[in-house]
């Protein structure tokens, strides 16, 4: 039961980090950079890892304190179901142009789509205003290396702002 998982005198930012292809991942190591500096401030921060990610929780719980994994804590409800109900729960959520960052988009938080060699604006409607982009366009290129964590980091803080 994801009540039972998040707290709601707590923050929370979601981080789905993976994708079917690899031109549209982000790097890990970005992801846990940022990961770390909203920790700092407090946030606690959960992540949505596919059967392709499997491999990067052990780099996750080496770097983060007490990260949530909420597919794995919740029986009898679908990988689906649960990513897309924890959206109600997350001040953020952050993520590559994936599977996972469609069911993250659910206009119930924020989030940022992290873009690389895909059109950032591919699936946007006007129904859809809790949705985000920072593009590799606005840094010169196709490559989705170039969007810095720095980057990353002030628009999440803009979005949180608002």
């Known amino acids: 039961n994801l009540k039972k998982l998040f707290n ?8 789905a980090p993976g994708s079917h292809e690899a031109r549209k991942i982000w790097p890990i190591n ?4 940022v990961a770390k500096f909203y920790e700092k401030k407090g946030y606690t921060i959960v992540f949505f890892l596919g059967p392709e990610e499997q491999n990067l929780r052990k780099s996750i719980v080496d770097m983060i304190d007490n990260p949530l994994f909420p597919e794995e804590e919740v029986e009898n409800h679908s990988g689906i179901e649960v990513v897309m109900a924890s959206t109600n729960y997350l001040d953020i959520a952050i993520t590559n142009d994936s599977g996972t960052g469609q069911m993250l988009s659910t206009n119930m938080c924020p ?3 992290i873009c690389g060699p895909t059109s950032a604006v591919k699936f946007l409607n006007d129904q859809f205003t809790n949705i985000n982009f920072i593009a590799s366009q606005s840094f010169g290129g196709d490559d989705i290396n170039l969007i810095t964590t720095n980057a990353v980091i002030n628009e999440i803080d803009k979005i949180l702002d608002n």
Do not use: D, Q, R, V
């Open 111 to 113: 989030l940022l789509k």
């Open 30 to 33: 970005k992801y846990l950079e």
């Open 8 to 15: 709601p005198s707590k923050k929370y930012i979601g981080i």
